[in-house]
């Protein structure tokens, strides 16, 4: 059965979004904080606070399946922030701009301005804004690796505090995520929302614009060349390098939406680069599975093997 952008988020919700216990959550939650603002929209995130103990670091929860993402999709990752906050995280479910209004690149910007935003709060928050974590799901995956493959400077005489602290995360650990939208699947098949390949019911935030100054008119960028340029920059694979973060991901062997060989030729990337990378197969899964929640457990092992195993205050 095809999905569409909706029905991926609406499953991937349903499968993280079982019921908690009947026990108080792990959290305090504070909703709609305002990140940033782009053509008049505001870009908002959770936060959820320990009840418990702190560990000090803080664990970005990205809200986005098929790159379409919204405030009430937030509900779905409550199971998630559960378990990380008993740990000692503290969460932060970001909500960045969707399709179709906005595309991948524009989706992308969102995360680095986010987790520009999450450092310039560290102090308050009482996080440490060099030991950040990072997870999400399929396109919410393929956003966290980005955020952990690419790290951009802040401008330290920038007006706006938020924009002088650097973007990106130091840890991931993510499902099922794209990574090459140059080779989908097998060599010489590209991934760019167009023709045979594109992903069912996804076009939308392919539909790459750029904004012409002559006629003050955004334009649909129809270049080949132009377009593989985008799908090159946007694809995790292609902006390894050795700043990259150490990644686990989990992906299961039977997934028909994104080809399994994505998270194969990734983890094989990072290691020839000399970071630490892990895939965990899961054998018959799909694009989901239940019980998803348990594994922000094994997230937050990796990230405290790799980040350093934090004292809870």
């Given at each position: 059965?095809?999905?569409?952008?909706?029905?991926?988020?609406?499953?991937?919700?349903?499968?993280?979004?079982?019921?908690?216990?009947?026990?108080?959550?792990?959290?305090?939650?504070?909703?709609?904080?305002?990140?940033?603002?782009?053509?008049?929209?505001?870009?908002?995130?959770?936060?959820?606070?320990?009840?418990?103990?702190?560990?000090?670091?803080?664990?970005?929860?990205?809200?986005?399946?098929?790159?379409?993402?919204?405030?009430?999709?937030?509900?779905?990752?409550?199971?998630?922030?559960?378990?990380?906050?008993?740990?000692?995280?503290?969460?932060?479910?970001?909500?960045?701009?969707?399709?179709?209004?906005?595309?991948?690149?524009?989706?992308?910007?969102?995360?680095?301005?986010?987790?520009?935003?999450?450092?310039?709060?560290?102090?308050?928050?009482?996080?440490?804004?060099?030991?950040?974590?990072?997870?999400?799901?399929?396109?919410?995956?393929?956003?966290?690796?980005?955020?952990?493959?690419?790290?951009?400077?802040?401008?330290?005489?920038?007006?706006?505090?938020?924009?002088?602290?650097?973007?990106?995360?130091?840890?991931?650990?993510?499902?099922?995520?794209?990574?090459?939208?140059?080779?989908?699947?097998?060599?010489?098949?590209?991934?760019?929302?167009?023709?045979?390949?594109?992903?069912?019911?996804?076009?939308?935030?392919?539909?790459?614009?750029?904004?012409?100054?002559?006629?003050?008119?955004?334009?649909?960028?129809?270049?080949?060349?132009?377009?593989?340029k985008i799908a090159k920059?946007?694809?995790?694979?292609?902006?390894?390098?050795?700043?990259?973060?150490?990644?686990?991901?989990?992906?299961?062997?039977a997934d028909a939406l994104?080809?399994?060989?994505q998270a194969q030729r990734?983890?094989?990337?990072?290691?020839?680069?000399?970071?630490?990378?892990?895939?965990?197969?899961?054998?018959?899964?799909?694009?989901?599975?239940?019980?998803?929640?348990?594994?922000?457990?094994?997230?937050?092992?990796?990230?405290?093997?790799?980040?350093?195993?934090?004292?809870?205050?």
């Amino acid at each position: 059965m095809k999905k569409t952008a909706w029905s991926v988020l609406v499953c991937l919700v349903a499968v993280c979004g079982q019921n908690l216990s009947a026990q108080s959550p792990n959290y305090s939650r504070q909703e709609d904080i305002i990140y940033g603002r782009k053509h008049g929209t505001a870009l908002t995130l959770d936060k959820f606070t320990p009840t418990g103990k702190s560990n000090g670091r803080a664990a970005i929860l990205v809200v986005s399946g098929g790159w379409f993402s919204s405030h009430a999709a937030v509900n779905g990752f409550f199971p998630v922030a559960d378990i990380l906050c008993k740990r000692g995280y503290t969460c932060l479910a970001v909500v960045h701009g969707s399709q179709p209004r906005f595309t991948i690149p524009e989706a992308i910007e969102d995360l680095h301005l986010a987790t520009r935003f999450i450092r310039s709060k560290a102090r308050e928050w009482k996080i440490d804004p060099d030991k950040l974590a990072i997870t999400g799901g399929s396109a919410g995956g393929h956003l966290s690796l980005m955020m952990g493959m690419e790290h951009k400077l802040g401008d330290p005489k920038n007006a706006d505090p938020v924009l002088r602290q650097p973007s990106g995360v130091q840890a991931v650990g993510c499902f099922f995520p794209p990574t090459d939208f140059l080779e989908w699947g097998k060599p010489g098949v590209k991934q760019i929302g167009r023709g045979k390949s594109a992903i069912p019911g996804i076009t939308a935030p392919f539909r790459f614009v750029e904004f012409k100054n002559g006629v003050k008119e955004f334009h649909d960028v129809t270049d080949e060349k132009a377009l593989e340029k985008i799908a090159k920059e946007i694809s995790p694979i292609h902006i390894i390098n050795k700043n990259s973060a150490p990644s686990l991901l989990i992906h299961g062997d039977a997934d028909a939406l994104v080809p399994i060989e994505q998270a194969q030729r990734f983890v094989d990337a990072l290691k020839k680069e000399g970071i630490a990378s892990k895939l965990d197969l899961r054998k018959g899964a799909g694009h989901g599975w239940l019980n998803m929640p348990k594994d922000a457990t094994l997230f937050a092992d990796w990230w405290e093997e790799h980040l350093g195993k934090p004292d809870l205050k």
